[in-house]
């Protein structure tokens, strides 16, 4: 197991982990927390209605990025899909404001999946893609994500860019009245995306015959998703896709498989799948009613390309809180994974530096380089019904490709300070490293979007591991009284 180098560090201030009794270092030297206003570790998010996700700041998001994305004299082109949360209409009609006052024409997507998105600003030729959703978050909030020309994630250098320019003076950046930009509807964007899924399975295979139980969240998918999946012969049974605007993730989706889980076990299906509200992550259900998580589903994905002699860097991109035992069962198959910070912007940007074309968070964000620039729930539940029809064999036996090891994982929420710098937390991180030896592993990490401190520990022994879990968050709960 390696570890990649995060391309900048304001997304993660502090992260140890133990193997093997040693912490690894997730880049050289401290990490430096930055200071942002508007982005944060996936785009500018937050409470809709509330700084920064009102139609003041999209407004001028909208002309910072059109702006600085404008390159030579021709017509400039700006994707803008959205999920299915009610303050997309705002923000979406902000944005479109802003990009055609600095002269960019709009091409509207409506209800999306990001990676639809990322694939038809490649498609169409634009300068720039936008998806307004906040992925599995509840519907009052919301967010923007940008890609650039080749439907990438911005770096952090890009996102600071567009940042100064949001504070710049409007009239330096509107351009005369003759060279405003258009806003065009793209009514043929869901065809388009489901044409594009639909050809990353092997030539000539089909669902015929399987019973498939999605559910899309109420989210960005719910038409495309169930649509892709109809047309190549599966029998769909649906669920999460009736959007009122507010219900997107409500009680549903990856992150609430439970009504799914029901579904497949009535119904008798051969598959689940969850979608998150963008639907760029997925967890599957097998035909036993059983979760399948983003490991497994890597685990599948990689020892079927290396199988077919498709699989690129020798290994999976994964992050510091992938288990332990996907680690090491993809040594058993001569294969390397190699951890980054949490955050599919940074497995993807490990990829495209050293030449991987799997990598993913055990979240479901499932990343596969050959066909998509970001994670694809629909395009990586494929890859699964592809091993499962090429094998004959059930969902529940083709996505258990190792034991997991025990993974205990507790939130501490503080107030204000670092107190992940205190000398007693310092003193329970190196007691529970000892503890573990080199048969475990300790994660510790604020997260990126609210005060909170993330403690997870895993190894064989599930009472150690818990034991060590409690002492860290016991030590980081009286750092941060």
Known sequence: MRYGSPPTAHAISMATGAI??????LNDGDITHMTRRYFGTDGIRGLANRHPMTSEVALKVGMAAGHMFRNGSHRHRVVIGKDTRLSGYMIESALMSGFTAVG???FLLGPMPTPAVAMLTRSLRADLGVMISASH??????GIKLFDPDGYKLSDETEAQIEHLIEAKADT??????????????????ERYIEYAKRTLPKNLRLDGLRIVIDCANGAGYKVAPEALWELGAEVIKIGVDPNGRNINHKCGSTAPEALIEKVREVRADIGIALDGDADRVVIVDDKGQIVDGDQLMAVIAESWLKREELQGGGVVATVMSNLGLERYLGTLGLEMIRTPVGDRYVVEHMRKHGYNVGGEQSGHIVLSDFTTTGDGLVSALQILAVAVASQKPVSEVCKRFVRLPQILQNVRYASGRPLEDARVKKAIDAG??????GGRIVIRPSGTEPVIRVMAEGDDEALVNGVVGDIVEAVRLAAA
Request: proline share 5%; hydrophobic share 35%.
């Open 20 to 25: 093997g009794g040693a912490a690894p270092k």
């Open 433 to 438: 490293k000892a503890k573990l030896g080199s």
């Open 104 to 106: 960019c024409d709009v």
């Open 137 to 142: 978050n509840r519907f009052d909030d919301n």
């Open 173 to 190: 950046m509107l351009v005369p009245a003759e060279r405003i930009g258009r806003a065009t509807r793209v009514e043929s964007a869901q």
